[in-house]
């Protein structure tokens, strides 16, 4: 069963602070996705990496593929409140690429 | 539509009451995909169709859940007597292709069983 395991879990900061959220397995993936997630909403893609180090920014948000494509990252530079919400990443499985392999989240509030 | 749209929103049952949720994926889109989620938690996969198919049922729960999409397009969630332990976020995606390039999500329908 590949499992993607997510961290941190909680993150509280205030506005202006810089924050990484990691996305980690052991299996290999051919794509990886990251969600954000508002309360009482679905998740809307943000991203989605595909090539082993392969960085892609939106904003502020930097989203980086591990060389391995068994791990990402996500960087928020200077947040604000407006960033506050749930961010998940979720693997496309390499047997089943209809299938998301999903991280627990990461919520994320940023204080004013 | 210009988007998924799930009904209804909010859902409220007693134990032991069957329950339909409804999903209306973005036209023409071929796959479609039902999850569970828990409060704060990341979406479980249900069961994913693609066009009428249901070719994927592995993540529903026990046999009271069962899911449909009989013409392709709109697709219904029942579970029958529900537990507490169904109440969850019941989300619905689809995608245009058959894979997830690109999966599009509704606002989820919100069950509480009581």
């Known amino acids: 069963t590949q499992l993607l395991e997510q961290s941190p879990q909680f993150l509280s900061i205030q506005e202006g602070e810089n924050l990484t959220v990691y996305c980690n397995s052991s299996?290999?993936?051919?794509?990886l996705q990251w969600y954000r997630q508002e309360p009482g909403e679905g998740p809307v893609l943000l991203v989605t990496v595909v090539t082993g180090g392969e960085v892609k920014k939106l904003k502020r948000l930097t989203f980086q593929f591990g060389d391995a494509r068994k791990d990402s990252s996500l960087h928020i530079t200077a947040a604000q409140p407006g960033d506050t919400g749930l961010y998940l990443c979720a693997g496309v499985a390499r047997r089943d690429n209809r299938k998301l392999i999903w991280g627990l989240g990461t919520s994320l509030a940023v204080n004013p | 539509g210009a988007g998924v749209s799930q009904s209804p929103r909010y859902k409220v049952a007693k134990r032991g009451q069957d329950v339909a949720l409804r999903c209306d994926p973005i036209?023409?889109?071929?796959?479609l995909f039902w999850y569970q989620q828990a409060l704060g938690q990341g979406p479980e996969f249900l069961t994913y169709f693609q066009n009428e198919a249901q070719l994927d049922k592995s993540g529903l729960p026990s046999d009271r859940f069962f899911a449909e999409r009989p013409e392709g397009s709109v697709s219904t969630l029942k579970i029958q007597r529900t537990q507490q332990e169904d109440s969850a976020v019941y989300l619905c995606?689809?995608?245009?292709?058959?894979?997830?390039?690109?999966?599009?999500f509704g606002q989820g329908t919100r069950l509480t069983v009581v």
């Open positions: 036209s023409g889109h071929v796959s």
């Open positions: 995606a689809s995608s245009l292709g058959t894979s997830n390039t690109e999966a599009f």
């Open positions: 299996s290999v993936f051919s794509s």
